[in-house]
């Protein structure tokens, strides 16, 4: 194609500029610019806007098809530089240049729009003047071809270092990294529908109350490994793990106005390298969401082993890079509260396209160091922690109870066998008598699926059983908050304990539970409403099995 007249101008002053009035409207190529610029200077007299003739100096040389130097004083700008392609242009000396980009691949949504970032921000915003690709050959699997402005008065933009990503909803999620530099630079992008996020975008944005705790943390998965490291602790609410994979995604979606760790959604990776350090400033710590430099670059700190609590001099701070490229070792780094350290081992952390890891629709296959609140994964789901250790969670269950109105009274307990409650499931080791009672131990082990927390029932010595919250248990032991047993309130050595897995007035018209599976358990169910609208006690049995559990309460009119 032939630069048409009218679509570029060209001063006195050297200033190429895009006017976009002729027929052709471009784009057009590095070469085909060169050429026009070429064929100006060979004529005999400057005409129109095109101030340019053989009593000019020469414009422009060409190294190759794809290298074209623009000789001061003649430049181009921004804009000018949007309607180009396929190759460099260098200006002012080599003190500016603009790289060519060439991304190819495949794209599953026609209206994908590739997103580039440079030092750490998006190239164009959110709305680029590639829009869904421009320059494209669909025979040569060439998705956009355009300029990206690399040097810009005598220094590289970050290294001259760009990512392209892909982050459209409903497709999967992908990114490439490339050093930008004379001629063209490729990039590769492959994307496919995702078909585990098919849900509507205007849905997704009202889960708000699935969230997550940043930074330094341990979770312990109830699976023996006791409490490992994580950099989060994503908690699913009320909604399955794949429904927490689609709003990771929605987060860090093209065009989202959420921030995680302090970052933009659409720059949101994860974590990059995790770095140990010694010689730590004094009796001070790193904090987490600042930003991380050194002399080659920064990052954002997405946890730090003190957990933002003085442990030393010595530790292990986890990134993601945002500029430059990661420290050496023996490096000073230091963060936005003047706090440095000398760098250890620098680890790089591979990631995730979704940051949150994988899903199978059913399951999560995580990424490194994500965690996620214990009781919200199941046997199917992978968790690795910050020492990149693969977790297996044990099988955690939820036991439904359907069909209550608000205000009635759930009793879910162990059942006796005979289709009762199982009043003696435990026996007390040790009265119970004080005024600060702070532990309840019963005869023999507490059974392994007890949940983590909840509340049991002990008889006292007048008879009665009282309910009474646990915050933990450990062997035959669960700790309470510190309670009086005083008399009449106290409970003889060998009285009746008992588990309850819904001991409360109802607050929707579903309750439900969660515990890890042991093994197969038939509980007992006791619904009763004797107020305003009063009805008839029901009474039930429910199993509880590896897949969970349900029962449907009756209500009957007690009139």
């Given at each position: 194609m032939?630069?048409?007249a009218?679509?570029?101008?060209v001063?006195t002053?050297?200033?190429?500029r895009w006017t ?10 590095v070469?085909e610019?060169h050429?026009?610029l ?17 009593t000019?100096?020469?414009p422009s040389e060409?190294s190759?098809?794809n290298?074209?130097?623009l ?7 921004d804009t000018?530089?949007e ?6 242009i260098s ?6 240049l603009?790289?060519?980009?060439v991304?190819?691949?495949?794209v ?9 970032v440079q030092?750490n921000?998006?190239?164009?915003t959110?709305t680029?003047f590639?829009?869904?690709?421009i320059n494209?050959?669909?025979a040569?699997?060439?998705?956009t ?6 040097r ?7 290294g001259?270092?760009i990512?392209?990503?892909a ?9 490439f990294?490339?050093t930008?530099?004379l001629?063209?630079?490729?990039a590769?992008?492959f994307?496919?529908q995702?078909l585990n996020?098919?849900t509507l975008t205007?849905?997704i944005?009202?889960?708000t109350?699935?969230s997550?705790?940043?930074g ?9 490994d006791?409490a490992q490291?994580?950099?989060?602790q994503?908690n699913?609410a009320t909604?399955?793990?794949n429904?927490?994979?689609?709003r990771?995604?929605?987060l860090t979606?093209?065009g989202t106005t959420s ?7 659409e720059l949101?990776?994860?974590i990059t390298?995790?770095i140990t350090?010694?010689a ?5 710590y790193?904090?987490?969401l ?5 002399t080659?670059?920064e990052?954002i ?7 933002e609590t003085d442990g ?7 990134i ?7 420290p ?5 780094i230091?963060?936005?509260h003047?706090v440095?350290a000398?760098?250890g081992?620098?680890?790089?952390r591979s ?6 890891g994988?899903s199978?629709?059913s ?8 965690g996620?609140e ?5 046997k199917n789901d992978l968790?690795?922690d910050?020492s990149?250790?693969l977790r297996?969670p044990p099988?955690?269950?939820t036991?439904?109870v359907?069909s209550?109105?608000v ?7 162990p059942?006796?066998g005979a ?14 008598t004080?005024?600060t ?7 023999g082990?507490?059974p392994a699926?007890t949940?983590?927390?909840g509340t049991i029932?002990?008889?006292?010595d007048?008879?009665?059983y009282?309910?009474?919250s646990?915050?933990?248990w450990s062997g035959?032991?669960?700790a ?7 008399d009449p309130?106290d409970a003889a ?6 588990i309850?897995y819904?001991?409360k007035v109802a607050?929707?018209?579903t309750?439900?539970?969660?515990t890890?599976y042991s093994?197969a358990r038939?509980?007992?169910?006791r619904?009763?409403?004797g107020g305003a609208?009063?009805i008839k006690s029901?009474?039930?049995?429910g199993s ?6 349900s029962?449907t309460?009756?209500r009957?009119?007690?009139i």
């Open positions: 032939t630069i048409t009218g679509d570029v101008s001063a002053n050297g200033n190429i976009g009035t002729g027929a052709g409207d471009g784009p057009y190529t070469l610019l050429r026009y070429q064929d100006l200077a060979d004529q005999a007299a400057a005409s129109g806007d095109d101030l340019i003739d053989i000019s100096g020469n060409r190759t098809d290298i074209i130097t000789n001061s004083p003649y430049n181009i700008d000018m530089a309607h180009l392609y396929d190759g460099s200006q002012a000396g080599g003190d500016t603009y790289s060519g980009l991304v190819v691949g495949s599953y949504s026609v209206t994908t729009v590739l997103q580039v030092d921000a998006l190239y164009d959110d680029p590639w829009d869904t690709g494209a050959d669909s040569a699997n060439i998705l071809r355009m300029l990206i402005k690399t810009d008065t005598a220094a590289d933009i970050d001259k270092r990512r392209v990503t982050r459209e909803m409903g497709d999967t999620y992908a990114e990294s490339v930008m530099g001629g063209n630079s490729v590769a992008i994307t496919n995702d996020n098919q205007a849905t944005s009202g889960w109350t699935i997550n705790v940043e330094y943390q341990t979770i312990d998965l109830n699976n023996g006791g490291p994580y950099y989060s994503w699913r909604y399955t793990i429904q927490l994979y689609e990771a995604k929605w979606r093209r921030t995680l760790y302090g970052i933009d959604g949101f990776r994860g390298h995790q350090y010694t730590q400033t004094g009796s001070s790193f904090t987490e600042d930003t991380l430099t050194w080659t670059g990052g700190i997405l946890a730090d082993s003190e957990s030393g001099q010595t530790g292990t701070v986890w993601q890079l945002t500029k430059g490229v990661a050496l070792t023996a490096v000073t230091t963060d936005e003047a440095s000398t760098t081992t620098i680890t790089t990631l995730s396209p979704v940051f949150l994988t199978t629709g399951a999560i296959i995580g990424a490194y160091g994500v996620i214990a009781l919200d994964l199941g968790v690795f910050l990149n250790t297996t099988n955690n269950v036991f439904y359907y209550v109105a205000d009635d009274y759930v009793l879910l307990a059942e006796d289709g009762g409650l199982d009043y003696d499931q435990m026996t007390l080791n040790g009265a119970l004080g005024g009672v702070t532990s309840v131990v019963v005869n082990s507490i699926d949940p983590t927390s029932r002990i008889e006292l007048t008879g009665i009282r309910k009474i646990y915050n933990s035959s032991t669960f309470i908050d510190s309670t009086s047993f005083v309130n050595n060998g009285n009746n304990v008992f309850t819904i001991d607050t929707s018209t309750e439900s539970f969660q890890k093994s038939t509980l007992f169910l619904v009763r409403d609208s009063p029901f009474e039930t049995t509880l099995t590896d897949a969970g559990g029962s309460a009756i009957t009119p007690d």
